[in-house]
């Protein structure tokens, strides 16, 4: 008796699992009636008719990642590069998913290193380093038209590594250094210009200091001057003045005729002091004057 429960009961397990079917919360299944598609089964439990209907796809609805293999591009100024990357796409249509395409994983990676290698020979090696951004959103663009009747929607491409050949490494390396050599040598020739530049104009306000101050000292020196003859002019003034009024006075006349003698004097003994000096009076000092040159002339008549 037992026997025969336990194998009710095992046939009974049995047709329930083949009428039920469980699909978890991360799948979308397909469900095919008699070989044909019947419906879309969702998350959820599902009642079937067993021999007749039977699950034929099951789909990944998360969002899925594919690594792009590395592939050899060819750029606009025909460097060869290595370009690798990551697409990231989803099932949008768990039916179109199943029947519009073979492999939908498969024809992503191969229609995504189609579409890198078309982009790639648009732009030079300069422009897919620089405008990588532009480079995926252009990528995303085209993958996501041709993907559109798969039932899968392509929602970002990451360009991962652009390698360059050996070769182009090389000849980048070489060029980087000429222009690292080229700046510097732009940079030394800048310095040396500015360093002249200063030095010159270091002269120019040395000379013009120079000037200025040979010409601050001229003017004082002649402002001086001024006033020294200013001083000495008015000095003069005021001692005519006083000798005008002091002739002005009783005697005044007197005492002037005196100071003149005086000062004649003193003149005439400076005269005398010198080792040769003879005296006339000035009668006297015209009529030798007229001999010596009468005499000259006799000597020069006798001698001719």
């Not at 594919?66 to 460097?79: E, F, L």
């Not at 949008?92 to 395409?101: R, T």
């Amino acid at each position: 008796m037992l026997t025969y429960f336990t194998i009710l009961l095992l046939i009974s397990m049995i047709i329930f699992l083949k009428l039920v079917v469980i699909v978890p919360m991360r799948q979308h299944s397909i469900l095919e009636r008699l070989g044909n598609f019947k419906t879309v089964l969702k998350p959820g439990i599902h009642l079937v008719i067993p021999l007749f209907d039977r699950i034929a796809y099951r789909h990944e609805i998360r969002e899925q990642v594919i690594d792009i293999p590395a592939q050899s591009c060819i750029t606009k100024d025909n460097i060869q590069v290595s370009v690798d990357g990551l697409v990231y796409l989803k099932v949008m249509d768990a039916k179109k998913a199943s029947y519009g395409i073979g492999n939908y994983r498969r024809a992503s990676i191969n229609l995504a290193q189609t579409t890198m290698r078309s982009e790639i020979g648009k732009l030079t090696l300069g422009e897919t380093f620089a405008e990588r951004d532009r480079l995926n959103d252009s990528i995303v663009t085209e993958i996501d038209k041709a993907s559109d009747p798969w039932g899968i929607k392509v929602l970002r491409y990451e360009v991962r590594n652009i390698t360059p050949s050996a070769q182009v490494v090389h000849t980048l390396e070489k060029q980087m250094e000429a222009e690292r050599q080229k700046r510097a040598e732009i940079t030394l020739a800048s310095a040396d210009k500015e360093s002249k530049i200063l030095i010159s104009e270091g002269h120019r306000q040395e000379a013009i200091n120079l000037s200025e101050g040979s010409k601050q000292s001229r003017i004082n020196h002649s402002q001086g001057k001024a006033k020294e003859i200013s001083i000495i002019a008015e000095a003069t003034a005021e001692g005519l003045k006083r000798v005008s009024s002091a002739i002005q006075k009783p005697c005044g006349s007197f005492a002037v005729q005196m100071r003149i003698v005086d000062s004649y004097i003193e003149e005439l003994g400076k005269v005398l002091n010198q080792p040769v000096t003879s005296i006339y009076p000035f009668e006297i000092a015209q009529l030798k004057g007229i001999t010596d040159v009468l005499t000259d002339s006799l000597k020069k008549g006798s001698q001719s």
